[in-house]
């Protein structure tokens, strides 16, 4: 620990804000994205609340990220679960501060969705379908009329830049609760995220492995590995985007610490079957460690699990 450890504390902090700032999207945005850009800024347009739907890790979030950022707006965003509560979303009074200044704006500490409300700024609403209902409700307001009453302090017209958008998972994969019908009739146009072709995947893993040389057949061993899980009928839930990113970086560095970079069959077997082990979900019945050891060897050939 150091000495100063509060003073250090504050400093590392600051240069850690600093960092976060500084910080680019680095997206693709081609076929289903591109599609997927221009339906948003359709809809923004057209002032239609859209959804987002697609399995983990097809690059939702990152989207919206981009998005916000291209338009040069804040973005925030909640992540729905059963511990959400309106403050959450709103915010809340910060006792300690009302204790000294009351029930005043000093002592507000804005929620996601108030900031997004108050600076124009585009609000992602993950799985917004596990949020209990009540929390759903405190939304149609929102989601409406582009007001939102703050207790105690009033009702607020959004900023003309509030761009409010749901994502989720497709039905079959999401939590207890689903969206309450007068919740869903406010999103008005449904955007479909699926596993990108081919090309766009690699292009993301290329994006995504900026530091490492990656030669064309690694990178197509990578994405035989990913899309064989997502055919398969055994496997529930297959590899996302992030797994196949995942695979491509051990490998290379498993090979830049073992063999001057180059990547062999037993270092991609070795990296899939680390990575996939706990990326995929298979049917119940289904014993995950000998389904991955044969997927991978079925994938990747027999030289792979000899070499
Ligand atoms: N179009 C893309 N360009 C670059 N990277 C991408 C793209 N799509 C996905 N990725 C990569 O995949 C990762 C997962 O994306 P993201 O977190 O946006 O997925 P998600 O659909 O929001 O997933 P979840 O459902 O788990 O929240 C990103 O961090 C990024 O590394
Ligand atoms: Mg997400």
């Not at 800024?41 to 859209?50: F, Q, S």
């Not at 959804?51 to 990220?65: A, D, E, M, Y």
């Not at 479909?192 to 030669?215: A, D, F, M, Q, W």
């Not at 035989?224 to 290379?252: F, K, M, N, T, Y």
Request: glycine share 8%; net charge neutral.
């Amino acid at each position: 620990m150091p000495e100063n450890e509060e003073k250090g504390f504050g400093e590392a902090f600051q240069k850690r804000l600093a960092a976060a700032s500084r910080e680019k999207v680095r997206i693709v945005v081609k076929d289903q994205y591109k599609d997927a850009w221009d339906i948003l800024t359709d809809c923004e347009n057209a002032n239609l609340i859209p959804g987002i739907i697609g399995p983990p890790g097809v690059g939702k979030t990152l989207l919206l990220r981009a998005y916000a950022e291209k338009t040069n707006r804040l973005f925030q965003w909640v992540t729905g679960d059963e511990g959400v509560r309106p403050a959450h979303l709103i915010g809340s009074f910060n006792p300690a501060l009302v204790l000294t200044k009351g029930f005043t704006l000093d002592s507000f500490e804005p929620g996601p969705l108030l900031k997004a409300m108050v600076f124009g700024g585009v609000f992602g609403l993950n799985e917004g379908n596990r949020l209990p209902e009540y929390v759903q409700n405190t939304l149609l307001e929102p989601f409406e009329e582009f007001t939102v009453n703050v207790q105690r302090l009033g009702r607020i017209k959004a900023h003309d830049g509030f761009f409010p958008v749901l994502t989720m998972n497709p039905e079959e994969m999401a939590g207890a609760h689903r969206l309450s019908e007068a919740f869903r009739d406010r999103i008005r146009v449904w955007i479909r995220l699926g596993y990108p072709n081919k090309e766009t995947e690699l292009e993301i893993i290329r994006v995504n492995c900026p530091e490492y040389k990656l030669s064309d057949s690694v990178l197509d061993s990578v994405y035989s590995l990913v899309s064989a899980s997502r055919v398969s009928p055994d496997i529930e839930l297959p590899a996302s985007i992030r797994a196949g990113i995942s695979i491509a970086r051990l490998s290379a560095q498993m090979a830049t610490r073992d063999n001057n970079g180059e990547v062999t069959h037993k270092i991609l077997s070795d990296s899939a079957t680390s990575v996939l082990i706990g990326a995929l979900r298979f049917r119940p019945g289904i014993d995950a460690e000998p389904a991955v050891s044969a997927l991978v060897r079925t994938v990747l050939g027999k030289k792979g699990a000899e070499s």
